[in-house]
Antibody, heavy 122, light 110 residues
Framework: QVQLVQSGAEVKKPGSSVKVSCKTS????????FSWVRQAPGEGLVWMGR????????NYALEFHNRVTLKADISTTTVYIEVNSLRSEDTAMYYC????????????????WGPGTLVTVS | QSALTQPASVSGSPGQSITISCTGT?????????VSWYQQYPGKAPKLMIY???KRPSAVSNRFSGSKSGNTASLTISGLQPEDEADYYC??????????FGGGTKLTVL
């Protein structure tokens, strides 16, 4: 069973960048697609994008495609999200979530979630 | 892509049934059977409750069920219990490798 372990909380200045990691353990890394979902304080869940390590491809939600980069390192079974040009509205909990690949297709649901990484922009 | 529309809050008494609606468009919910529902307690990561509109992970109680009609998906919780009090989010595939969430619904068990 895959488990997701995320990097620790970050405090960043406006205009800077942040990189959050999500390391997997157990299971087969390339059998999953990994998405990033963020949640601002008191707000709802927002899907930011996803990466398929087996193909090295990424897709982004329209509102994030200019400021967010997703990467995957198969050798360390770790996925990353980098957010640039941070502003106060980016203060949120950032979750990585795993989506099983079945029949070479992602299933578009998340049965595994990381614990979240709090990013504060101030 | 706009967020799916959910009621901000619903409530029910223990033992009752409640239904949470999730309204999208014919570009997302109406076009794909890829709707999922998540339960979230304060300060915790979300938990998958329903996927592919009606399927339930083996560890999830059969008191939870999902359905869809047209552009609206629904989550029904029967035999409401105090531990069901949480936030619930719907989620749908919207084509072009894009996913969208609903705004969330706070369930209060009276």
């Amino acid at each position: 069973q895959v488990q997701l372990v995320q990097s620790g909380a970050e405090v960043k200045k406006p205009g800077s960048s942040v990189k959050v990691s999500c390391k997997t353990s157990g299971g087969t890394f390339t059998n999953y697609s990994f998405s990033w979902v963020r949640q601002a304080p008191g707000e709802g869940l927002v899907w930011m994008g996803r990466i398929l390590p087996v193909y090295g491809t990424a897709n982004y939600a329209l509102e994030f495609h200019n400021r967010v980069t997703l990467k995957a390192d198969i050798s360390t079974t770790t996925v990353y999200i980098e957010v640039n040009s941070l502003r106060s509205e980016d203060t949120a909990m950032y979750y990585c979530a795993a989506d099983p690949i079945t029949g070479a297709k992602t299933q578009w649901y998340f049965d595994l979630w990381g614990p979240g990484t709090l990013v504060t922009v101030s | 892509q706009s967020a799916l529309t959910q009621p901000a809050s619903v409530s029910g008494s223990p033992g009752q049934s409640i239904t949470i609606s999730c309204t999208g468009t014919n570009s997302d919910i109406g076009n794909y059977n890829l709707v999922s529902w998540y339960q979230q307690y304060p300060g915790k990561a979300p938990k998958l409750m329903i996927y592919d509109v009606t399927k339930r992970p083996s560890a999830v109680s059969n008191r939870f069920s999902g359905s869809k009609s047209g552009n609206t998906a629904s989550l029904t919780i029967s035999g409401l219990q105090p531990e069901d009090e949480a936030d619930y989010y719907c989620c749908s595939y919207a084509g072009s490798s894009i996913l969208i969430f609903g705004g969330g619904t706070k369930l209060t068990v009276l």
